[in-house]
T-cell receptor
Framework: DAEITQSPRHKITETGRQVTLACHQTWNHNNMFWYRQDLGHGLRLIHYSYGVQDTNKGEVSDGYSVSRSNTEDLPLTLESAASSQTSVYFC???????????????FGPGTRLTVL | AQSVSQHNHHVILSEAASLELGCNYSYGGTVNLFWYVQYPGQHLQLLLKYFSGDPLVKGIKGFEAEFIKSKFSFNLRKPSVQWSDTAEYFCAVNARTGRRALTFGSGTRLQVQP
């Protein structure tokens, strides 16, 4: 079955360190998204991509970057981790509407990141 | 820009009680509407979605939602909740054209007491 996986599931790091969170989907979806979930805020969009070599900033992109070198993966990098980036991070993917996709997003299991 | 408001942050019900969770969105164009559920310790799962057609949509596990365009609302309902419905519920919206990313409400935590 197609799926979307994230790794690691839990990560503790120190302020100032670079951290990369992996996201891998086997749906062959063009669209991929990164959200962070914080109490009282729901999920907020960090970055998104519509295809290989395409990346776009979301509402809370400061301090984060992504790259899309293939269809399956969209790693999220925290350039210099800060305590304010302690959160749960969710990756999601959806089909390309032009290809008849339904626009439904499928979510990974999440990565809980703690920055000390 | 889109925004989504969920009026109830924490709801406590007894089993067999009826449920209605409010969701209102703000956007000038045509939207797709979603309800996701997050069970404790798990990732988000799609409950139901509205794209077009019948404004009353049925989802999994006996949930339904009604899109009322004039009120910019998409409230979630279930006639009789079960203990297993204890979870956090998120309303989300994206524009029918343009950016595909979702805008989420802040969520409603539902606690069902046996």
């Amino acid at each position: 079955d197609a799926e979307i996986t994230q790794s690691p599931r839990h990560k503790i790091t120190e302020t100032g360190r670079q951290v990369t969170l992996a996201c891998h989907q086997t749906w062959n979806h063009n669209n991929m998204f990164w959200y962070r979930q914080d109490l009282g805020h729901g999920l907020r969009l960090i970055h998104y991509s519509y295809g290989v070599q395409d990346t776009n900033k979301g509402e809370v992109s400061d301090g984060y970057s992504v790259s899309r070198s293939n269809t399956e993966d969209l790693p999220l990098t925290l350039e210099s981790a800060a305590s304010s980036q302690t959160s749960v991070y969710f990756c999601a993917s959806s089909e390309n509407l032009a290809g008849g996709g339904t626009d439904t997003q499928y979510f990974g299991p999440g990565t809980r990141l703690t920055v000390l | 820009a889109q925004s989504v408001s969920q009026h109830n942050h924490h709801v406590i019900l007894s089993e067999a009680a009826s449920l209605e969770l409010g969701c209102n969105y703000s956007y000038g164009g045509t939207v797709n509407l979603f309800w996701y559920v997050q069970y404790p310790g798990q990732h988000l799962q799609l409950l139901l979605k509205y794209f077009s057609g019948d404004p009353l949509v049925k989802g999994i596990k006996g949930f339904e939602a009604e899109f009322i365009k004039s009120k910019f609302s998409f409230n979630l309902r279930k006639p009789s909740v079960q203990w297993s419905d204890t979870a956090e519920y998120f309303c989300a919206v994206n524009a029918r054209t343009g950016r595909r990313a979702l805008t989420f409400g802040s969520g409603t935590r539902l606690q069902v007491q046996p």
